[in-house]
């Protein structure tokens, strides 16, 4: 069988275990740099001023990647069936296991390698979430998915539960095409955020008021007026995507490193309020809940009491 080169490269990436890729034309972002320029202006990325540097590279790839041709987007399963026991404090579905950067890079770099061995020298850079890329935006010029009320990229057949990561390179490849967006008259995800993050009519996403933003990202104390709101999150929030009806099509996924630690499922309220350093760093070993230390996890588990 005689397959083109973008046939051979989905097929390696199918084969890596990646449940998506799909290629758009690497191109100046005109319609997302206004929408990023106007999403910047209101303040919605709060304390999160990294967002307001290297605007040109986050809308040109070619500042990226000289020469640039093609923007490779790809999807890689976190969604897993395992839950905490119920009257623990809650942990967001990608955050229960290792670190997504580290484990989806090792697979993204294998596939890179494996295009610059087969097809020749070729120049590019492997992304996930880990440079100014507007993934999401990628994606959806791709055809992987639509971006939804609640901001994040739906898959018609995957749901929601899924990193994204790229490869920009100067390898011209076949180019796929945005599909509809599928959300209809749908406000599920709107209704249901407790902070009010997710504007009336959908598709604008106030971060400084999502629960995520203020378990991660945020720093210092938590702003009391969220206390009520918080749905006993410590980590991150999955709400929006619990509520999506497009997720009943999530599949538990097959990645042995994003299983949790074998306490971590057992641990109740108890455990957690009276969680030590020494069992978070057990616990956590190479997670991304990492990212906000002891002192920041433990200080989501007291705003929440």
């Known amino acids: 069988m005689n397959l083109t080169i973008t046939s051979q490269i989905k097929q390696k990436a199918a084969e890596l275990g990646f449940m998506g890729i799909a290629i758009a034309k690497a191109e100046h972002m005109d319609e997302e740099a206004r929408r990023l320029e106007d999403w910047l202006n209101q303040g919605n990325h709060g304390g999160m001023s990294y967002m307001e540097n290297h605007f040109d590279k986050r809308v040109d790839p070619t500042e990226l990647v000289p020469g640039s041709k093609s923007v490779i987007s790809l999807m890689y399963n976190y969604y897993t069936e395992a839950i905490q026991d119920e009257s623990a404090p809650k942990l967001a579905m990608y955050a229960h296991g290792k670190d997504y950067h580290k484990v989806v890079k090792k697979k993204l770099i294998i596939l890179y390698k494996w295009i610059q061995e087969t097809f020749g020298e070729i120049d590019g850079r492997c992304f996930v979430d880990s440079a100014p890329v507007l993934e999401r935006d990628w994606a959806r010029r791709s055809g992987l998915g639509w971006v939804g009320k609640h901001s994040l990229l739906v898959n018609p057949k995957k749901g929601s539960y899924f990193f994204l990561c790229e490869i920009i390179c100067d390898l011209e490849l076949e180019y796929d095409h945005p599909i509809k967006d599928h959300c209809g008259t749908c406000t599920r995800c709107i209704e249901a955020c407790p902070t009010d993050a997710i504007s009336e009519e959908g598709y604008i996403m106030d971060g400084s ?97």
Request: net charge negative; hydrophobic share 30%; with cysteine.
């Open 209 to 305: 008021k999502c629960i995520s933003y203020l378990t991660i990202e945020h720093k210092g104390e938590l702003p009391k007026e969220f206390s009520p709101q918080m749905q006993d999150w410590m980590f991150g929030c999955d709400i929006c995507q619990q509520v999506c009806p497009w997720n009943r099509f999530s599949k538990q996924h097959e990645e042995p490193k994003f299983q949790p630690h074998e306490d971590l499922l057992g641990m109740t309220k108890s455990d957690w309020q009276e969680i030590t350093e020494d069992t978070f760093d057990k616990i956590f070993a190479g997670s991304p809940v990492k990212r906000t230390k002891f002192q920041g996890l433990k200080r989501n588990i007291d705003f929440l009491k």
